[in-house]
């Protein structure tokens, strides 16, 4: 099985720590990352998935030559699940972006909802 360069799973705890609602956790086994109870990060073999705006999404996808929609369901039309395949030797650094922005939405999406 495939394995992830340990310090991207250090440099992405790092990125939460900055975030006082945002942990790490686990879905259906596999690491995930959580913006209030909100996935938000989701790490399985050698894939990440990300939850983002639709605009965000889009950005990455014509952006990214690794990046492609998730296979993930994702419920609203607002919002999009993007999976990025990640080599054993990339470090999180170049898609710390993308995960801070995925968290922000939806910590962002959380407020709004209680409000």
């Known amino acids: 099985m495939p394995t992830?360069?340990?310090a991207y799973i250090t440099e992405l705890v790092a990125l939460l720590s900055r975030?006082?609602?945002a942990g790490a956790g686990k879905t259906l086994g596999d690491p995930a990352y959580y913006a209030g109870r909100k996935r938000s990060i989701y790490r399985y073999e050698q894939t990440v998935a990300v939850k983002l705006p639709?605009?965000?999404?889009e950005?990455?996808?014509?952006a990214d030559r690794d990046a492609e929609a998730s296979q993930t369901v994702v419920r609203?039309?607002?919002?999009?699940?993007?999976?990025?395949n990640v080599g054993e030797r990339e470090n999180s650094r170049a898609n710390q972006p993308v995960f801070e922005g995925s968290i922000r939405y939806v910590l962002a999406q959380?407020?709004?909802a209680t409000s």
């Not at 609203?76 to 990025?84: M, N």
């Open 4 to 6: 992830f360069n340990p």
């Open 19 to 21: 975030f006082s609602r």
């Open 59 to 62: 950005k990455l996808l014509a």
């Open 110 to 112: 959380l407020r709004d």
């Open 54 to 57: 639709n605009a965000s999404a």
């Open 76 to 84: 609203s039309k607002k919002r999009k699940c993007i999976q990025r």
